[in-house]
């Protein structure tokens, strides 16, 4: 069963990665803390609507203490990812991102005690090689439209997401083990994403009001990001970090041939043979 929720994890998941591009894009990039602010804010009240609909109450105290660490990394996850995409293209920094399952996997290892077998090795090398072929490829590609100096810093902003997401994974997993409530996790840690969002904004006077665009692309990837949530979150309470993250990774491959289709993003020769080894890589370790 955590195998069916993973997949459906990863379907909704390259969705999402796609609207995140184009939300990326938008008005030079400088719009990303209202679009997760506000991404966050439809998620959170989309959780409530649920929660009272089904008539449980609203505070679950085992799952409050975890709202405000998980908060924190579900934010810098995610910005950092929406950083790495304005200079980059979506197939490469999603790539990158979404292989952030080597760095869960060890982490299981170590403070969760999950087993590393040689065939999790062996998955691991080749995710490694295909970062290596896919950062070599973003280099020598003349159609993203930014220069060296900015592909450069969205490779390092697509690493920097790689390792808080591994550490928002095994949090995850440490909370799911303490008894928290899925439902209530999700609306507390996007109410922390949506304080924090705010005060940033704030902070910098910039507008709250987003263009409509921005609007319709924040309600969309809300959507799809709370369906992705539910199936991971279900998936990780009765499954195994190493195996379900994995399986969730799997969403880049769907995302870069999205990106080809309506982006119109180039898929070139080393990006398809860095797309095939992340693949095996994931089908050795999932």
């Given at each position: 069963?955590e195998?069916?929720?993973?997949v459906?994890g990863?379907l909704?998941n390259?969705?999402?990665?796609?609207i995140?591009?184009?939300?990326?894009?938008?008005e030079g990039?400088?719009?990303t803390t209202?679009?997760?602010g506000?991404?966050?804010s439809i998620?959170?009240?989309?959780?409530?609507?649920?929660?009272?609909?089904?008539?449980k109450?609203?505070l679950h105290?085992?799952?409050?203490?975890?709202?405000?660490?998980?908060g924190i990394?579900t934010?810098?996850?995610?910005?950092l990812a929406?950083?790495?995409?304005?200079?980059?293209?979506a197939?490469?920094?999603?790539t990158?991102f979404?292989?952030?399952?080597?760095?869960?996997t060890?982490a299981a290892?170590l403070?969760?005690?999950?087993?590393?077998?040689?065939?999790?090795l062996?998955?691991?090398?080749?995710?490694?090689s295909?970062?290596?072929i896919?950062?070599?490829?973003?280099?020598?590609d003349a159609?993203?439209?930014?220069?060296?100096?900015?592909?450069?810093?969205?490779?390092?902003f697509?690493?920097?997401a790689c390792?808080?997401a591994?550490?928002?994974n095994?949090t995850?997993?440490?909370a799911l083990n303490?008894?928290?409530?899925?439902?209530?996790?999700?609306?507390?840690?996007?109410v922390?994403?949506?304080?924090i969002?705010?005060?940033?904004l704030?902070?910098?006077?910039?507008?709250?009001?987003?263009s409509r665009?921005?609007g319709l692309?924040?309600?969309?990837?809300a959507v799809?990001?709370l369906?992705?949530l539910?199936c991971?979150l279900?998936?990780l309470?009765i499954?195994e970090?190493?195996?379900?993250?994995?399986?969730?990774s799997?969403?880049?491959?769907f995302?870069a041939?999205?990106?080809f289709?309506?982006?119109?993003?180039?898929?070139?020769a080393?990006k398809?043979?860095?797309?095939a080894l992340?693949?095996?890589?994931?089908?050795?370790?999932?």
């Amino acid at each position: 069963m955590e195998k069916l929720f993973a997949v459906l994890g990863m379907l909704t998941n390259s969705g999402k990665d796609t609207i995140f591009k184009i939300a990326a894009g938008d008005e030079g990039g400088t719009r990303t803390t209202l679009f997760y602010g506000l991404k966050g804010s439809i998620i959170a009240v989309l959780a409530l609507a649920i929660l009272l609909i089904q008539g449980k109450p609203l505070l679950h105290l085992t799952t409050l203490p975890w709202a405000v660490p998980i908060g924190i990394l579900t934010l810098a996850t995610y910005t950092l990812a929406l950083r790495s995409l304005v200079g980059g293209d979506a197939s490469t920094s999603i790539t990158i991102f979404r292989l952030n399952f080597v760095v869960s996997t060890a982490a299981a290892a170590l403070l969760l005690g999950e087993a590393i077998t040689l065939r999790k090795l062996g998955g691991l090398t080749l995710s490694l090689s295909a970062i290596i072929i896919f950062f070599v490829g973003s280099r020598g590609d003349a159609r993203v439209a930014s220069t060296r100096r900015l592909r450069t810093k969205s490779i390092l902003f697509a690493l920097l997401a790689c390792f808080c997401a591994s550490a928002l994974n095994t949090t995850n997993k440490f909370a799911l083990n303490a008894g928290v409530s899925i439902l209530h996790l999700i609306m507390y840690r996007y109410v922390v994403v949506c304080a924090i969002s705010a005060a940033w904004l704030a902070a910098s006077r910039q507008s709250f009001v987003p263009s409509r665009r921005l609007g319709l692309t924040s309600a969309s990837c809300a959507v799809l990001m709370l369906a992705s949530l539910l199936c991971t979150l279900n998936a990780l309470s009765i499954g195994e970090v190493s195996v379900v993250i994995p399986i969730t990774s799997l969403s880049f491959l769907f995302t870069a041939v999205l990106s080809f289709l309506f982006l119109k993003e180039r898929l070139s020769a080393v990006k398809i043979v860095g797309i095939a080894l992340a693949a095996a890589s994931i089908v050795i370790i999932g």
